[in-house]
């Protein structure tokens, strides 16, 4: 009796005070809400919407801080102009037009005599975004580094490691040992140099893009379904019969429902390299946002004391970034070596692992 | 064997499922709605197929990944 009057006191307590909870949360929300509608009514100076997607997307011309930006060259074609060259300066000094082009939100389109877009001529762009470029930097940066690399590891072979290959080489022989071979089996050397330029390349650019100024090149999803194409393809030429069969004919299936089979087996091979795709992407995309959304607090408040507070919490989140920039190349380069485990595997144990 | 180190990391697969079973209901369902769209269905006939198609093809993909033992 005494445990039924205090279970449906607990009860009756937990449910007031959740509702309580939920009343209070939206009071706030409601304050919260005319808040937002009064200061936009009072003024449109700052657009946090505006400033993290200026942040995270891609532009003609690489903006480190304000007033300090590097022009980039933009490169257009058109079947009716034939190719254009000039510095994305251009667009700058005519407040987005130049030369009969108008960049409308990083979109190049050709303008007509009225002044208005003309959708007949379709622009290709083929300029040096700031996304190419950052890319371009990482390659420089990838060789170099690893041609020392390897020079120094030819010159101390069998000594200890010195310099920066002190750094790189333990990285290496991890994803070797533990990521590679474990997962792709004794015919690993082939893919070896792909899975490690794979993984240094995503680790380059999640450090580059976490530099104040750097290009979000990893969480454009451009970049991410190219890599995970790459991987697709790498694993499907190389599958063996076994993988091709599994697919083909699963064993155990009757006849009849093999049409079905065929659907479900496609999506499944279809999904692998979407998921590592929006993985990558939504992963470096969210933390590029938490961090300058943070950091947005400070503009909207304009308060010391939120500035303090939010340092600290930008602070943490860059360390968490840090950690995810690993974290995602890792993933990554593992779920690849995976997949391409799975398809050249011989057929020696039951299905399991793909 | 070489089987021991695999079967260590192979609960990692399952931290992919989710990720792909929404993937396939999205695309699924979307795929329907988009058919709907251009052929002006007055019944959401073909959202309704393609998601729960979609569902039972993400259910198999987890199924199936699942080691049989």
Redesign the interface.
């Known amino acids: 009796m005494l445990r039924k009057i205090t279970t449906k006191l607990l009860l009756v307590t937990s449910l007031s005070l959740f509702s309580i909870n939920f009343l209070l949360a939206q009071e706030g929300h409601e304050a919260q809400h005319e808040n937002h509608e009064a200061s936009a009514h009072e003024e449109e100076k700052f657009d946090i919407g505006k400033m993290i997607m200026h942040h995270i997307s891609d532009s003609h011309e690489w903006e480190f801080a304000h007033g300090l930006t590097l022009p980039l060259p933009v490169i257009l074609y058109t079947k009716q102009y034939g190719i254009e060259v000039f510095s994305s300066k251009r667009f700058a000094e005519g407040k987005g037009v130049y030369n009969g082009y108008i960049n409308n939100h990083e979109h190049i389109h050709r303008l007509n005599p009225q002044g208005g877009i003309d959708e007949e001529v379709h622009v290709w762009d083929l300029s040096i975004t700031k996304n190419v470029a950052s890319m371009l930097l990482s390659a420089v940066i990838l060789i170099v580094l690893m041609s020392t690399v390897a020079k120094s590891f030819a010159k101390n072979r069998g000594k200890a490691p010195k310099g920066i290959q002190s750094f790189i080489e333990p990285i290496i022989f991890f994803i070797r040992d533990e990521v590679v071979i474990p997962n792709v089996g004794p015919k690993y050397e082939k893919y070896l140099p792909y899975l490690l330029t794979l993984f240094f390349f995503i680790l380059i650019n999640n450090l580059l893009g976490l530099i104040p100024g750097g290009a979000n090149l990893t969480g454009n999803i451009t970049i991410t379904l190219f890599l995970a194409v790459l991987t697709f393809f790498i694993t499907h030429i190389n599958a063996n019969k076994h993988y091709w069969l599994h697919l083909v004919k699963p064993e155990g299936v009757p006849t009849l429902m093999l049409p079905l089979m065929w659907v479900v087996e496609i999506a499944g091979v279809f999904m692998k390299p979407m998921s590592l795709t929006i993985r990558l992407f939504a992963n470096i995309t969210a933390g590029h946002i938490i961090i300058l959304s943070l950091l947005g607090l400070i503009f909207i408040f304009q308060s010391f004391a939120v500035g303090g507070v939010v340092t600290l919490f930008t602070l943490f989140m860059n360390a968490i970034e840090l950690l995810v920039a690993f974290l995602q190349a890792f993933i990554f380069t593992l779920l690849s070596s995976m997949y391409i485990g799975s398809a050249i595997e011989e057929h020696h144990e039951a299905d399991h692992g793909h | 064997m ?2 021991s ?2 079967d ?3 609960w ?2 399952f931290t ?1 499922i989710g ?2 079973m929404a ?2 209901i999205g ?1 699924g369902t979307w795929a329907g709605y988009w058919i709907d769209g251009k052929m002006a269905n007055k019944n959401p006939i073909a959202t309704l197929i393609l998601s729960l ?2 569902i039972g ?1 993400s259910l ?2 987890v199924i ?5 033992n």
């Open positions: 070489q089987e180190p695999r260590k990391q192979n990692f697969i992919q990720l792909q993937l396939t695309i198609l979609s093809i198999y993909n199936r990944q699942i080691p049989k």
